[in-house]
């Protein structure tokens, strides 16, 4: 079982950065590759970005390649999404989520076993 608490989110204006926070209980978060989705409303979740148990691998959506960055602290159970150059279409809601690792990192939501709470991020043009 993982639990996952999101932080971080709030309002930026457009060409500002955030960065979010998920961290973990329980002791096997090192086990788990780990992803950040986002929902914005009317909309379904998307895939942000994921990374690999170790964190030396990571995949990212084309919309948010280059401007965004996710990363993990195995020691502090925590993983990061450092968000910048951000733009209103980043408007959402963001959550993390947790996979077992199976080898390959998971794009699609139903890959992930556990999820946070959600923090909203707006992005004021």
């Known amino acids: 079982q993982v639990q996952l608490v999101e932080s971080g989110g709030g309002l930026v204006q457009a060409g500002g950065s955030l960065r979010l926070s998920c961290a973990a209980s329980?002791?096997?978060?090192?086990?788990?590759?780990m992803g950040w989705f986002r929902q914005a409303p009317g909309k379904e979740r998307e895939f942000v970005a994921c990374i690999s148990t170790s964190g030396f691998s990571t995949h990212y959506a084309d919309s948010v390649k280059g401007r965004f960055t996710i990363s993990r602290d195995n020691s502090q159970n925590t993983v990061y999404l450092q968000m910048n150059s951000l733009k209103p279409e980043d408007t959402a809601v963001y959550y993390c989520?947790?996979?077992?690792?199976?080898?390959?990192?998971?794009?699609?939501?139903?890959?992930?076993?556990?999820w946070g709470q959600g923090t909203q991020v707006t992005v004021s043009s």
């Open positions: 989520a947790a996979a077992p690792d199976r080898g390959i990192l998971a794009v699609t939501p139903g890959r992930y076993d556990y």
């Open positions: 329980g002791r096997t978060f090192s086990s788990y590759n």
